[in-house]
């Protein structure tokens, strides 16, 4: 099984920044990562895409994102990060790292962190 772990949510001003961590995982397994992105889901509201990343680093943001937040993967550490700034209220949700994957002896898998609250506060 692989597991996602999100870090880095937490409180912040309006206008400032937060830097989300996703680390993937899997105890026993074989794996291979195809994209990792990041969804976030308001109160009321549906589950969103935020930014999406390949392994070949190919990037796709929300309009809502768009040269405010800025996704990265470290491919060797399994990691991925979504740099958040000039946060607006309307930003606060709880963001989920998802990651499309191939297990060997398995197939391909598509996986979901716990998720990690930001709250923009103005």
């Known amino acids: 099984q692989v597991q996602l772990v999100e870090s880095g949510g937490g409180l912040v001003q309006a206008g400032g920044s937060k830097r989300l961590s996703c680390v993937a995982s899997?105890?026993?397994?074989?794996?291979?990562?195809?994209?990792m992105g990041w969804y976030r889901q308001a109160p009321g509201k549906q589950r969103e895409l935020v930014a999406l990343i390949t392994s070949g680093e190919t990037t796709k943001y929300a309009d809502s994102a768009e040269g405010r937040f800025t996704i990265s993967m470290d491919n060797d550490k399994n990691t991925v990060y979504l740099q958040t700034s000039s946060l607006k209220p309307e930003d606060t949700a709880v963001y989920y790292c998802?990651?499309?994957?191939?297990?060997?002896?398995?197939?391909?898998?598509?996986?979901w962190g716990q998720g990690t609250l930001v709250t923009v506060s103005s």
């Open positions: 998802n990651a499309n994957t191939y297990v060997y002896q398995r197939g391909y898998l598509e996986v």
């Open positions: 899997g105890s026993g397994i074989i794996f291979n990562i195809n994209s």
